[in-house]
């Protein structure tokens, strides 16, 4: 599914359901699983085809899950009846547009999205494809609250 964004979340929504089939309560799915982690610019960003170009057009502003991926992650959550958390690439649907970060989705058991956390700093190579959070965006999220600001 790699850079494939929509089979991505397929594929994603039924890892979910299996884990949650075999009594998973909390789903943790990779960083920057959808679409991909670009894992070359560990070694050869320089040389890879298009760079994070690829990566950037195959990420999508999430915009609190009023998009269809978004809200399509939220149903399986909501279908697993457990805490998912998962990395996507998310550009910036506010701004520029161009900007892309390495985001972390979290969704409730009923589905909702209770935390979006752009990844602070991208580390070494990753600063060729994603953007610092502009923001401190952490929260903490727990059973009975939901989401806290932090």
């Known amino acids: 599914m790699f850079l494939d964004r929509e089979a991505t979340v397929e594929k994603a929504c039924e890892w979910i359901a299996r884990a949650a089939a075999a009594g998973a309560q ?10 991909a982690y670009p894992a070359w610019v560990w070694c050869c960003a320089h040389a890879a085809p298009g760079g994070g170009a690829a990566v950037r057009r195959a990420g999508r502003p999430v915009g609190g899950g009023s998009r269809p991926e978004t809200e399509r992650l939220g ?23 161009t900007s892309l970060y390495n985001t972390l989705l979290v969704f409730d058991p009923g589905g909702r999205l209770v935390s979006r956390h752009r990844k602070l700093m991208p580390t070494g ?21 939901g989401a806290y600001p932090g």
């Open 26 to 35: 909390l789903i943790v799915l990779p960083e920057t699983f959808v679409p």
């Open 75 to 97: 149903r399986a959550a909501r279908e697993s009846g457990a805490w998912v958390a998962i990395g996507v690439n998310e550009r910036d649907g506010e701004r520029s547009r």
């Open 125 to 145: 190579g990753e600063r060729l494809v994603w953007t610092p959070s502009e923001r401190a965006d952490l929260v903490v999220t727990t059973r009975r609250s």
